[in-house]
């Protein structure tokens, strides 16, 4: 039986050597033979006194795809690294405890991983389009693109829907100081491969000497219970939302409104447009519009494995201070209002909107105000108390004043109608009863309108004045 050819990588830090299987595989449409030379040039760079030794003895003449020409360089590298680790050992050389690769090292760290667990790319494009499964790769510079742009220090979590392999995932826990960096992978093929991902990227970094954050890769759905909890928590959330279906961009709001204050959403897709109004009402309350701010990240062509034209992602910041304005000025518009009403008054009640209408217009005292209380009350006629929203601003509590407010906004509106059939139903019974009365009906609409009886143009009063006698007839 013949011998599969070896080839082996001593590590510069005491790691397992690295093994290559002969013949090496092609990467990228390169022979394979090119990621052992160019992981011997990235180990000189951390070692100068390698470097002369790689460069005028080691690497000056190889042929790629003769097993004995690779086999002496891996000699002679193997060679040199042991008797500096010899030197070296016990020295703060040899022993670089939280150091993290540059951008380079890890970009290539990245592709040895890659080229090492993916054996067979084609299978990722294999997926139901506009599912949770729609497989897409996010290029390492537009990763470090996102780092220029957002800052993830040592207690922010960060967490990527849909991760794929987790190239990203690794990404992050190696370029930065995260506390913990997570990704969740529902379809089978890419999180077979992340396994793979997880394993080679693991021994790679020991091979260099380098350190990274805790990180976990995991199968499962993004949109489960256990997951909402992790996003909730999670300081940064990267999402491909690109080719998502609109319900589970809804889905994914809902989960988002729910994150701790400043958290942030990087995705390729807006949830809301980066143009949107900054200023809120009523009726948007309830949207996650009324919680974010949104900002674009330029894009660079190539950033994306499904196009070569340039991807905008963009910035989401959960922003909860909007909706504080907005309670704040309703709060100051209503007490504002009052106080008015107050002043109009004198003596801090108002009968109906009848009588505040004739005291601003009448002379003298009564009818002396200032043209900012005018200004307010005329401003405010419309406005109902009910209508003003006096909750909190934490998160989800927000939701349950306008689930309150809509209940009580059903609950007037079948008041009204009862009312308006109680008239309606005296008024027959009058009509009916065969007999003149001489009784004054005072026909009261007041009862009807929902709101206070000081707002204008409500409470209105049919008043018991001779023009007014109304007798049913027979």
């Not at 084609?122 to 693109?145: H, I, M, Q, R």
């Not at 809902?254 to 009726?283: D, Q, W, Y």
């Not at 003596?347 to 043209?371: C, H, Q, Y």
């Not at 601003?393 to 308006?420: C, P, S, V």
Request: glycine share 6%; aromatic share 10%; with cysteine.
């Amino acid at each position: 039986m013949k011998m599969s050819k070896k080839l082996t990588l001593e590590s510069p830090f005491g790691a397992p050597a690295a093994v290559y299987s002969w013949p090496l595989p092609m990467s990228d449409k390169q022979e394979g033979s090119i990621e052992i030379v160019e992981t011997i040039r990235w180990v000189c760079e951390d070692f100068p006194e390698l470097k002369s030794a790689v460069d005028d003895h080691i690497l000056t003449d190889f042929k790629g795809n003769n097993y004995s020409s690779i086999f002496n360089i891996c000699k002679k590298f193997n060679r040199a690294v042991i008797a500096l680790r010899a030197i070296w050992q016990g020295s703060s050389r040899y022993q670089r405890i939280d150091e993290r690769p540059n951008s380079g090292l890890l970009k290539h760290i990245l592709n040895q991983v890659y080229s090492h667990s993916v054996l067979e790319p084609d299978k990722l494009n294999s997926y139901e389009p506009f599912s949770p499964e729609v497989y897409g790769e996010t290029s390492f510079d537009l990763v470090e693109k996102m780092l220029e742009t957002i800052e993830i220090g040592e207690d922010d979590t960060f967490i990527d829907l849909g991760s794929g392999v987790g190239q990203v995932v690794l990404q992050i826990a190696a370029s930065t100081r995260c506390k913990f960096s997570y990704g969740i992978e529902r379809a089978d093929t890419p999180a077979f491969y992340a396994e793979n991902m997880e394993r080679e990227f693991r021994k790679w970094m020991a091979w260099y000497g380098r350190s990274y954050s805790d990180f976990t890769l995991e199968k499962g759905d993004f949109l489960s219970e256990a997951t909402a909890e992790r996003i909730t928590n999670a300081s940064i959330v990267f999402v491909n939302n690109f080719a998502f279906g609109p319900h589970i961009n809804h889905q994914l709001k809902l989960r988002f409104a729910n994150m701790k204050e400043c958290g942030r959403i990087v995705s390729s897709k807006e949830f809301v447009p980066h143009n949107f109004r900054t200023s809120i009402t009523s009726r948007a309350l309830s949207d996650i519009s009324s919680i974010m701010k949104v900002t674009e990240i330029e894009g660079m062509r190539g950033s994306v494995s499904w196009t070569e034209k340039p991807v905008s992602y963009y910035l989401h910041t959960i922003d909860r201070t909007i909706l504080e304005k907005y309670f704040k000025e309703n709060k100051e518009r209503m007490q504002k209002r009052i106080s008015c009403e107050r002043d109009i008054d004198g003596d801090g009640t108002s009968d109906s909107s009848s009588a505040r209408t004739s005291n601003l217009k009448g002379d003298g005292e009564s009818g002396t105000i200032s043209s900012e209380c005018s200004n307010s009350i005329t401003a405010e006629k419309d406005i109902c108390d009910d209508d003003i929203v006096w909750g909190p601003t934490t998160r989800r509590q927000w939701k349950q004043i306008m689930l309150a407010e809509e209940t009580h906004k059903g609950e007037r509106k079948d008041e009204r109608q009862e009312n308006l059939s109680h008239f309606e139903a005296c008024t027959d019974s009058f009509s009916k009863d065969g007999t003149n009365r001489d009784d004054n009906i005072d026909l009261t609409l007041e009862h009807l309108d929902s709101g206070p009886s000081h707002s204008a143009g409500r409470g209105r009063t049919m008043k018991k004045t001779d023009s007014s006698k109304r007798k049913i007839n027979k």
